[in-house]
T-cell receptor, first 112, second 117 residues
């Protein structure tokens, strides 16, 4: 596609359930990022992929959070045993060496 | 650690007024990039500008202009003759190198701009 695509756009889940958020980056972009945007914390970096490897996972808030990327393309962010404080908008971005980061529209996660 | 401060939480202006959004940053890097992004109600972050730390020339793009002052660690954004469509949250960001190459963006808390008729 022309831009970064994220799905679902909205997700409501019960506390304790696992969720998977998907990101389709711009074709050819080797770098992929996940950010979280919440009211109290602003925009926080979660994880960075270069190709399929994640050299920097420093922003993942707990071991309930994990992410993978396959084929140098699609990425999935998984949150296990969701908690109410996980409620936020999860944003994905991609870039190549010579461009700025392009962001998707995000997935709004609500944990009830 | 890197830090970006946008002291203005919310600004309201009347259409056609000029408005300046402030951004102050902290970094120990000698080479860095500064960015401005716009986030309309749809939620997507829209890139506006990237500025290299070695280039202190001000930039103008239509009604938008940016003032980069290294001496005061500021990168302010001015919208001239504001329009209702400019209403959005604006984020200033600073690049920070990551392990394994690449970089991440450290964002300010954003400024909500409301332009009214």
């Amino acid at each position: 596609g022309a831009g970064v695509s994220q799905s679902p756009s909205n997700k409501v889940t019960e506390k304790g359930k696992d969720v998977e958020l998907r990101c389709d980056p711009i074709s050819g972009h080797t770098a992929l990022y996940w950010y979280r945007q919440s009211l109290g914390q602003g925009l926080e970096f979660l994880i960075y992929f270069q190709g399929n490897s994640a050299p920097d996972k420093s922003g993942l808030p707990s071991d309930r959070f994990s992410a993978e990327r396959t084929g140098g393309s699609v990425s999935t962010l998984t949150i296990q045993r969701t908690q109410q404080e996980d409620s936020a908008v999860y944003l994905c971005a991609s870039r190549d060496m010579n461009t700025e980061a392009f962001f998707g529209q995000g997935t709004r996660l609500t944990v009830v | 650690a890197q830090k970006v401060t946008q002291a203005q939480t919310e600004i309201s202006v009347v259409e056609k007024e000029d408005v300046t959004l402030d951004c102050v940053y902290e970094t120990r890097d000698t080479t860095y990039y500064l960015f401005w992004y716009k986030q309309p109600p749809s939620g997507e972050l829209v890139f506006l500008i990237r500025r290299n730390s070695f280039d202190e020339q001000n930039e103008i793009s239509g009604r938008y202009s940016w003032n980069f002052q290294k001496s005061t660690s500021s990168f302010n954004f001015t919208i001239t003759a504001s329009q209702v469509v400019d209403s959005a949250v604006y984020f200033c960001a600073l690049s920070e190198p990551l392990t394994g190459g690449g970089n991440k963006l450290t964002f300010g808390t954003g400024t909500q701009l409301k332009v009214e008729l």
